[in-house]
């Protein structure tokens, strides 16, 4: 197929624009645009432009011929406007005459259109101009607040409406149905206190989708006031490192009344979710499958980062203790837990990003999981948020601050880790089959961490390493409560 890039104005822009982008997934992979199709036109014409949502179709030449579409909301403007200096595209020729194109997420009058359209949905609205606005619940939207993008952005791109909304534009985006909004939906809908009210939803309805709608965009309730959980958690250990002779539940910042509100709301999410998604229980097959999978992640894994062969053995025999289960209770779960993905408001925390692991297709990221799953990724978290802290700030003499930083943040990570998993299992102990879950699923992610920290964080993999050594020796609550 010949690359439109090189023939179509548009597409050789775009092909720029779509390398350089924060939330571009495949930086540094061999990749090609094979198409970009206009798949919708906001309602309304911001200063005589046009807003129109373009779908990208990327081809990967260094794999077995991946395919990703990465979505474009565009504004093209008569005129050339410095305000959106930072967001230009390109400019071209097109049936509006010359245009200037820039990354509309950036443009207020771009996104005022967004909310407009919104506003003027109802649920199961019929699709205008290829995209279909949907609303959720009675929240009257503020139609006048302006539109500010969030700064950092990484997979998606978020844009605040004031003090009142949020849109997260899905940047990847796969036809079929995205979890995102299905959990949101549902949780908001059974009145949850747990997650930043759905008020509304974007699908593209297109008959070349292959039948199929994409899922574009989520407009929810706008957190304003909250915390970042792993920020608070950084504080929380910087405030015990700055109090040499305090221990972790004598410092002002002790984070484990914290840590157990985070179980507690844990627990009561995936009640929720177990009320209102199937719940199923795997047969002795199906559980020997789910420990395979476990071993060919570790597989894989061994061949990124040799280090973990020092703990093949241990790890094989965690994955083996799941394995033989008679059976395991599955159901809708996060699947992506971590502090990062929490916020504390003073009405309690909030949960965010039900999208699944990014890397997974689609259909495996709706597919039932055990809650276990995101015990362990909050487990995790507790461990590394000491660490990374100790990794930033200390001064390696042996003997010296190291040491006695390594032994704090350890208690840091037991006091909150425990707090968290008592206050979820609200105080019983667990049993021999829940203590084999929980603990090939910290092992699991631990493994996980080892290959992202050495892709991505090179001087980061001590930490899962560390932790491995640890869970294979028998630690007791780097994965259980029992011992
Ligand atoms: N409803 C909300 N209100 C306020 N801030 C939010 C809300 N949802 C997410 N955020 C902030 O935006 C960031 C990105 O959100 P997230 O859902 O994790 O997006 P992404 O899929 O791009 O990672 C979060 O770290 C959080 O700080
Ligand atoms: O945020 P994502 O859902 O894309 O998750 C990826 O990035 C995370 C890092 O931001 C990574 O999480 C790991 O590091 C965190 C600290 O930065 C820590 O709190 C998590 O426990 C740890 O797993 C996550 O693994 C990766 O998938």
Known sequence: ?????????????????????????GKGRDWRLTSVRRVGELPGAPDGGRVA????????????????LYQLPLVSYPEAHERLAH??????????????????????????LYLRAFAAAEDRAPAQHGLAFHRVGDHELDIEAHSTLFPGE????????????????????????????????????????????LYGWVDLVDDSAEGDTVQLAMLQQFLRTASDGWELALSSVRNLFTEADLHADEVGGDFAGEAARLGTALAEVHTTLAEQFPVETLDARAVARLGSAMHGRLDDALDVVPALAEHEAALRATFDRL??????????????????????????????????E????????????????????????FDYAPRVVALTSMTAEPGGEAEQQAYRAAEWADRNRSAFLAA????????????????????????????????????????PLDALGRITHGAPHDGGSRA
Do not use: C
Not at 1 to 18: E, W
């Open 1 to 25: 197929m010949t690359d439109p890039a090189t023939t179509d104005p548009l597409a050789l822009h775009l092909r720029d624009h779509i390398a350089e982008a924060r939330w571009f997934g």
């Open 53 to 68: 949502v373009e779908i990208a179709e990327l081809q990967y030449d260094d794999g077995p011929g991946e395919v990703e």
């Open 87 to 112: 967001a230009f595209v390109g400019e071209w020729d097109d049936d509006l005459g010359h245009v200037f194109v820039y990354d509309a997420l950036h443009d207020r009058e771009s996104m005022a």
């Open 154 to 197: 990484q997979s998606n791109s978020s844009v605040a409406f004031g003090e009142d909304a949020m849109l997260k534009v899905f940047r990847k985006v796969t036809p079929g149905i995205n979890p995102d909004i299905a959990i949101h939906r549902v949780l908001t809908e059974s009145g949850s206190d747990h997650v930043a009210a």
């Open 323 to 356: 394995a033989a289960l008679e059976s395991v209770q599955v159901q809708q779960v996060h699947g992506d837990l971590h502090l990062g993905q929490t916020l504390r408001t003073v009405k309690g925390w909030k949960f965010l990003d039900f999208e699944g």
């Open 358 to 381: 990014p890397a997974k297709p689609l259909a495996e990221r709706m597919r039932p999981d055990s809650p276990w799953r995101d015990v362990a990724g909050m487990l995790r978290s």
């Open 424 to 463: 979820y299992v609200e105080g019983r102990t667990l049993t021999d089959e829940e203590d084999a879950l929980l603990q090939a699923y910290v092992a699991d992610k631990a493994v996980y961490e080892a290959v992202y920290e050495t892709r991505n964080r090179p001087g980061w993999e001590g930490i």
